[in-house]
C-alpha cells in the first residue's frame, strides 16, 4: 500500500531530536540544496552554516572537499566526526549536536520535501489559471518627486513597454525570491491570489514580467 502519511513541524522535530540517522539524512539534503533553501529560509549566519553543512556532508559520504569518495561514509554520531570536525562544531558538546541544531532550524523545508509539497505543486501549475495583470503597487497619493507604480503581466502575452517620454519611464525589473515572497504575504493578509500566495516564488518568476512605471516630477 501506498504510503500516504503526512509528516507536520511535530513530527519531523521529534524524528530529528530521536534519530541520529535522521540528522545525517537532512544535512545531505540541506547541503545538497542550499542555495535553493537560502533564498527562501534566509538566516544571517548562512555562510557559516553552509560551510558546517559542507564539511558534515562530506563525513558523511565519506568525500573529501573535492567530493571524491576516498572513505568508508560514517556517521556524524561516530566518534571520529568528533576528532576530524572539532572546528566545525560547538565546543564542549558534539558534531552530531550541532548538526541536529541546524536541521532544526530547517524543520519548515524538511517538511515540504519530506512531503512531497514541491512534486505536487509542480504537478497542479498546469491548472492554476494565471492572472494576466496584477497590480502590485500603487502610491497611496500624488505628490511631490518621483511616483511609482509596479504591475506584472504573464510573460506569455509578449507585452511590449511602452515607449519612455519624460516625465514617465518604463522599465523592466528583475525580481529576487525574498521579494515575491514579501509580495506573496501581503496577497495572504489580504485574501488575495490565493492559488499563488502559497506557491513556490520560483514558479512566479518565471512566468511573469514586472513593470515599474516612474513619473518624474520637478519639486
Known amino acids: 500500500m501506498k504510503d500516504t502519511k503526512i509528516h507536520t513541524a511535530e513530527s519531523i522535530t521529534s524524528l530529528l531530536n530521536q534519530s541520529d540517522d535522521a540528522v545525517d539524512r537532512a544535512m545531505l539534503r540541506i547541503n545538497d540544496n ?25 563525513f558523511i559520504r565519506g568525500q573529501d572537499s573535492k567530493d571524491n569518495v576516498r572513505w568508508d561514509p560514517k556517521s ?11 572546528k566545525f562544531y560547538i565546543k564542549g558538546g ?20 519530506s ?9 497542479l501549475l498546469s491548472n492554476i489559471e494565471w492572472p494576466e495583470h496584477i497590480q502590485l503597487g500603487r502610491p497611496s497619493q500624488k505628490r511631490y ?9 504573464l510573460k506569455s502575452l509578449n507585452k511590449q513597454l511602452p515607449p519612455s517620454s519624460f516625465p ?20 495572504r ?17 518565471d512566468r511573469y514580467d514586472f513593470w515599474k512605471k516612474t513619473y518624474c516630477y520637478l519639486d
Request: net charge positive; glycine share 2%.
Open 94 to 113: 558534539r558534531c552530531i549536536d550541532t548538526a541536529r541544531r541546524i536541521a532544526l532550524g530547517y524543520v519548515e523545508y524538511l517538511v515540504k520535501i
Open 189 to 205: 493578509n489580504n485574501n488575495q491570489y490565493s492559488d499563488l500566495s502559497s506557491l513556490d516564488p520560483q514558479h512566479i518568476i
Open 34 to 58: 542550499f542555495n535553493f533553501i537560502y533564498q527562501r529560509w534566509p538566516h544571517p549566519a548562512a555562510s557559516v552554516i553552509q560551510h558546517q553543512v559542507k564539511n558534515f556532508a562530506w
Open 76 to 86: 556524524l554520531a561516530h566518534p571520529i566526526a568528533d576528532r576530524q570536525l572539532k
Open 145 to 153: 518627486g518621483d511616483r511609482y507604480e509596479y504591475d506584472a503581466y
Open 168 to 187: 514617465v519611464s518604463f522599465k523592466i525589473e528583475k525580481k529576487q525570491i525574498g521579494e515575491i515572497l514579501r509580495i506573496q504575504e501581503k496577497w
Open 115 to 123: 512531503n512531497k509539497e514541491y512534486e505536487k505543486e509542480s504537478a
